[in-house]
């Protein structure tokens, strides 16, 4: 049984920075493609940066220069580093797994965390 597990969210002020881990209970973990999703209240999910078996990575422009996603294989685990937080970032933050890379879409993913409370005060 595939599990997903987010850790990390809280609240936090503007300017600051949050790390975001997710453990994974999935064979072959070093083969898939791994992505974070956020879903602020009354939005859709949204796409935010994904890392591939080969450590490519990539994101959406709202995040570039300030999130980062890594993998660590050796401990099935997936992390977003994220800083400069504004409060336009708050959301619910999803881990995901199973998807393709090329197409960051919710829908191409199987398998889905239960998420982490990101929330930025201004």
């Known amino acids: 049984q595939v599990q997903l597990r987010e850790s990390g969210g809280g609240l936090v002020q503007a300017g600051a920075s949050l790390r975001l881990s997710c453990e994974a209970s999935i064979r072959n973990f070093n083969s898939y493609t791994m992505a974070w999703f956020r879903q602020a209240p009354g939005k859709d999910r949204e796409f935010v940066t994904a890392i591939n078996w080969r450590m490519e990575t990539r994101h959406v422009d709202s995040v570039k220069g300030r999130f980062m996603i890594s993998r660590d294989n050796a401990k099935n685990t997936l992390y977003l580093q994220m800083n400069n937080l504004t409060p336009e970032d708050t959301a619910v933050y999803y881990c995901?797994?199973?998807?393709?890379?090329?197409?960051?879409?919710?829908?191409?993913?199987?398998?889905w965390g239960q998420g982490t409370q990101v929330t930025v005060s201004s």
């Open positions: 995901a797994a199973g998807g393709d890379f090329k197409a960051p879409l919710p829908r191409t993913y199987i398998y």
